[in-house]
Each structure stands twice: as structure tokens, then as C-alpha cells.
């Protein structure tokens, strides 16, 4: 897949998801790993954050300047059409980044959820189901990310 600003802007608010719960398990002393390992890793996560928004700025020079493709759509097979495109009317490409960072947030609590070991399979294979449709989402408004801006830069450029 290429990288469109979706794609980017995807990658990115997983980054400051993972940033936030090493943090967070730092603050609150529940660190799976030992505290320096866990700095070390918030350490590293800051330096690909500092690259990634250098990424997504110069993909936005690129596609203004009409160099990058803007769209580069999935085609996923394992959810039902009824389940496609199920996402919020957007305006703006500003309004689905703030959804798409919003539904990987519920992505990482469901799968939070999932790899819990106090609750029976059926219970996994539910919050799986719910995982795939968030999952379809996130496609879908990576995409939408996509169009919207395809679509800005050709009002601009008329």
C-alpha cells in the first residue's frame, strides 16, 4: 500500500496512543516492563513520532504540489458490504482525522479487551466482532481522509 495522508495520519494517532499508555503505566506505577525499559520505549516512540510528523508534512507539500498520489483505496474481503462505509458524514479533513483518531482509541481498548484472561472464549469471540467492525471503520475513514482531501486540493486548484 502506498502511504496516503490517511495512512500517515492512522500510523500517527497509533504513536500517540502507545506514547500515552507508557506514560500512563509509568504515572501509575503498572508497567509490564521495568521503568527504565519502559522510558526507553517511550524514548523510542517520541523519535518515531518526530519522524512520521516530518513524513506527513512533506506528504502535504507533495500532494499540494500535485507529486503524491492522494488515494490508495483498500479493498477488504472479510466484512460483510453492510458493514462497509457505516462512518459519519464528514465535511472536512480535519473532522475524520479527529474520528479516525477517536475509533483507534476504541480499537485499543477493545483489544484491551480481548486479551483479557478472566472472561470465556465467547466473550473474546464477541469483543472479536466488535474489533472487526471498528477495524472496517478505521478503513473507512482512512479513506475518507483521502477523498476529502483529494477534494480540497481540487477546489484549490480550479
Known sequence: MAETLGSLIDKMTIKDLREYHLQESLRLKTNKFPAAD???MIALVQRQKKR???EIE?????????????RDEKLKMYNAAADMNRIPQLAT?????????QKNTELWHLEDQARRKDVTLAFIGS????????NQQRNDL?????????????????
Open 142 to 158: 482512512i479513506d475518507r481522509i483521502d477523498a476529502l482531501l483529494e477534494e480540497t486540493l481540487s477546489k484549490r486548484r480550479k
Open 52 to 54: 512520521m510528523l516530518r
Open 58 to 70: 512533506t506528504f502535504i507539500l507533495a500532494a499540494a504540489a500535485g507529486r503524491v498520489a492522494l
Open 93 to 101: 479533513v480535519a473532522e475524520a482525522i479527529s474520528c479516525l483518531a
Open 38 to 40: 519502559t522510558r526507553r
Open 127 to 134: 469483543i472479536k466482532k466488535k474489533i472487526d467492525l471498528a
